[in-house]
């Protein structure tokens, strides 16, 4: 028996490293928390934006963002995520990738868990609220500019047999 096993994420590229905001971005974006309920504050920030912006009391992101097991930290609705043609140092430096270059991924990206493609609506107000953190001065951290935003989708087949023994 085969199944077939499909996730999807909507990735913010950065230019700086995202592990210092990738939960405070993600709830400013969606107003989404993870178990720990850092970025409370940004979902906070989120609630009013939607009520001021589109008289919505409720959260329209829910259903499309979702929480995915994470290895340390419980359920998460993002992780940080490596940044195409970005490469670190090992020491905190992140550069711009050359052919032979040699060096680790650079997790400058954000990477929300979504259940499914993003309408048209809904990519808008990603990318805009995006742009607002990334300009917003935040108690951590130094404003940072958007590189640009995918939709990254994985696929997994698991094939799974039996045998009676």
């Not at 609630?47 to 979702?66: A, H």
Request: net charge negative; glycine share 10%.
């Amino acid at each position: 028996m085969e199944t077939v096993v499909q996730e999807m994420m909507f990735v913010v590229d950065t230019t700086a490293y995202a592990g210092n905001f990738e939960r405070e971005l993600t709830a400013f974006m969606t107003g989404m928390l993870d178990e720990s309920g850092k970025g409370r504050f940004e979902a906070q920030q989120f609630r009013e934006f939607l009520e001021d912006e589109y008289g919505e009391t409720g959260n329209i992101f829910d259903g499309l963002v979702v929480l995915r097991p994470h290895e340390e930290c419980g359920d998460r609705p993002c992780i940080i995520y490596p940044t195409p043609g970005r490469l670190n140092d090992g020491r905190g430096g992140h550069y711009d990738a050359r052919e032979g270059d040699k060096g680790w991924p650079a997790y400058e990206s954000v990477a929300i868990h979504v259940s499914r493609r993003p309408d048209a609506r809904e990519l808008q107000i990603l990318k805009d609220r995006a742009e607002d953190f990334a300009v917003t001065p935040r108690r951590r951290g130094e404003p940072f500019q958007i590189r640009g935003y995918r939709i990254v989708t994985k696929t997994v087949t698991v094939t799974m047999a039996e045998e009676d023994v």
